[in-house]
């Protein structure tokens, strides 16, 4: 086939130009509609400057019109984050992306810092504007600040859970882990907070012998020390004594719970539940305190119902639940006993008929729930 000769292309070009043109509305009344949009709207030039902006824009930004277009905002200057609180780079700012592809980017969504310092979310599109060259001589950029309905979200996924996995860097793997090229899952049962400020922590795991898994979990800085309770059937179970907090434990101060750590020679992984109204960033920022290179990298929001198990623990004081914990993931109703009542009453700081009474009064709540009011409560 004869590609077709430059006057051609020319004249081709010059009709589907004044084919827009038919169907433009006259330059006065497009700037009019620019400014009066309900929809937020900027133009960013090529040196990530905003060159142009209506005044639902500069409304939403919290800037004024004069400051908003004076040419001294630049995109390279705006906070951007992703969910987890991350901050978005300006590589991956979708302004930048479509100046580099050319190709128009919908729905991105983020919460951006205002000048005052608080916080919007926003739901962007950005489109280019070629030039005669097909280079992109403009970015458009239209958003619409979706706050309220981020938090009718959060409201109505209060029945809801949210599954979390972050992941951080070969940093976190314990030094005996780091030349074993398998991967090591350990179940996190429960973190029990103690009255001197310290936590205790249950886990179990079938991944590392008994021996391997005492010394892994001794490794990592903030455990002071490792007992094994079991390890029946090749399934190890151990009770850690860790400083005032963990990783595991920074989810049930946000009200949910750990569920695992895997562990590769690569890297470490934390697996963990928030209620469906808590903000994920809280735990990355809780997470970072340890690990200041972790991300979040899957959120699963699943239906919960109101279980037995949320009954009781409301019914409970932070001492009855603490206590009826320890005792059961130590082992201490099992046959023979891994935990004594006078080992599990000095972790409390309590005397032995101290602790048997915390223990019968959460028992009796337990049983209270059970056959009385689980009908009435649970449902």
Not at 129 to 142: A, H, Q, R
Not at 219 to 248: C, F, K, N, Q, W
Not at 299 to 317: F, I, K, M, N, Q
Not at 356 to 377: C, I, M, P, W, Y
């Amino acid at each position: 086939m004869t590609e077709p000769q430059s006057s051609e292309r020319d004249d081709r070009a010059t009709d589907r130009r004044n084919a827009t043109l038919a169907h433009a509305p006259p330059e006065d009344l497009a700037r009019r509609m620019f400014d009066v949009s309900p929809i937020s709207t900027v133009v960013v030039d090529t040196t990530g400057t905003i060159s142009f902006g209506n005044r639902r824009a500069a409304q939403t930004l919290g800037l004024t019109c004069d400051v908003l277009t004076s040419g001294a905002c630049n995109i390279a200057d705006w906070n951007l984050f992703r969910d987890d609180g991350t901050p978005i780079s300006v590589d991956e700012n979708p302004v930048m992306r479509v100046f580099e592809t050319r190709e128009p980017e919908y729905g991105f969504e983020h919460w951006i810092e205002l000048p005052d310092g608080s916080e919007r979310w926003l739901s962007s599109s950005s489109s280019p504007i070629l030039d005669n060259e097909g280079t992109v001589e403009y970015v458009v950029v239209s958003f619409e600040d979706v706050t309220a309905l981020k938090q009718r979200e959060e409201r109505l996924t209060s029945n809801h859970v949210r599954l979390l996995e972050f992941c951080t860097n070969r940093s976190a793997v314990p030094p005996t882990l780091r030349v074993n090229g398998d991967e090591t899952r350990i179940e996190v049962d429960s973190v029990v907070p103690l009255p001197d400020g310290t936590t205790v922590q249950y886990m179990g795991t079938d991944d590392l012998s008994a021996s391997d898994f005492v010394t892994a979990v001794e490794e990592v800085p903030h455990y002071l020390d490792a007992r094994l309770l079991s390890s029946i059937d090749g399934y190890s179970r151990i009770e850690a004594h860790a400083e005032s907090t963990t990783v595991s434990h920074v989810f049930p101060t946000l009200g949910g719970r750990a569920r695992a750590v895997i562990i590769t020679p690569k890297e470490v992984r934390f697996l963990g539940e928030l209620p469906g109204d808590v903000d994920p960033r809280l735990a990355a920022d809780g997470i970072r305190e340890f690990h200041p290179e972790v991300e979040l990298v899957s959120e699963e929001l699943v239906y919960s119902p109101h279980l037995l198990y949320d009954v009781v623990a409301d019914a409970l004081t932070d001492r009855q639940l603490a206590v009826l914990d320890s005792a059961y993931f130590g082992g201490y109703f099992d046959t023979p006993r891994t935990s004594t009542g006078d080992e599990l009453a000095d972790r409390f700081g309590v005397t032995r008929q101290t602790l048997n009474q915390h223990l019968r009064k959460a028992q009796r709540t337990v049983f209270r729930h059970l056959f009385e009011k689980s009908g009435a409560d649970a449902r």
